[in-house]
């Protein structure tokens, strides 16, 4: 029988790669403490320095799309709004 493979969140890979980037404690101590192969705390710490300016760049969709979201969540509400109006009118009576 084949052994499940383990998926990590993106928070705790994050988390594993910030710690080994400290050097605090070496990457043997960190696979340990977290039962983690040192070649994957490698392969996280390599893909953050390296992907780390992503995080600062600026979208000029981003903000559309936020606009835009939130027109579509209080139209959202306002349905709701009826038909939780509605339901109670009707179930009332």
Known sequence: MAKQRRRYTSEFKAKVALESLKNQRTIQELASHYELH??????WKKELSERAS???????STPV????SSTEL????GRL???NAWL???LSR
Do not use: L, R
């Open 88 to 90: 109670k009118k009707t």
């Open 74 to 77: 209080y139209e959202q509400i």
């Open 81 to 83: 709004q009826v038909e």
């Open 54 to 60: 992503e995080i600062f760049v600026h979208s000029k």
């Open 38 to 43: 040192p070649t994957q705390i490698s392969e």
């Open 65 to 68: 799309t936020e606009a835009h």
